[in-house]
């Protein structure tokens, strides 16, 4: 599910807006965080030259609202990762083909209950 790319990500990337490492276009495309070959999902903040991450420490938040951090030291590996498998299907289903096909078929209308009961399926059904 990982996908290289020609691009390299920033050395440093934060989940916050109001941080001077937050950048909307990047964390857009989706980036994965590899921590001591762990992969990680609930990083705030990550640094590859320094080699530390930050992550929530539970549910409290500080005065500002700001999840807690607790920064941990170790081998940082960020990458992008893949597109959602939604996303790829809704692109790979514009076939006209198939449209068309589906405006060619008839609706399927619910027979009544007394159909369900037809004589030579029941007799199949208790032998």
Not at 7 to 14: A, F, Q
Not at 34 to 46: H, I, P, Q, W
């Given at each position: 599910?990982v ?12 989940v916050n ?7 909307e ?10 921590f ?17 991450i930050?992550?929530?420490a ?10 807690m951090?607790i ?6 590996e960020?990458y992008l990762?893949?597109?959602p498998?939604?996303q790829?299907v ?7 083909e198939?449209d ?5 078929m008839?609706?399927?209308?619910a027979?009544?209950f ?9 007799a199949?059904?208790?032998?």
């Amino acid at each position: 599910m990982v996908r290289v790319m020609s691009e390299t990500l920033p050395d440093r990337l934060s989940v916050n807006p109001r941080s001077p490492h937050y950048d909307e276009a990047i964390l857009a495309r989706g980036v994965g965080i590899r921590f001591n070959g762990n992969e990680k999902t609930n990083v705030e903040e990550y640094c590859v030259s320094e080699g530390w991450i930050r992550v929530a420490a539970g549910k409290s938040l500080d005065r500002h609202g700001n999840p807690m951090t607790i920064k941990l030291n170790g081998t940082v590996e960020p990458y992008l990762k893949d597109a959602p498998v939604g996303q790829l299907v809704k692109e790979r289903a514009n076939d006209a083909e198939a449209d068309d096909l589906g405006d060619q078929m008839r609706p399927i209308h619910a027979e009544g209950f007394g159909d369900f009961l037809d004589r030579p399926a029941f007799a199949r059904c208790r032998q």
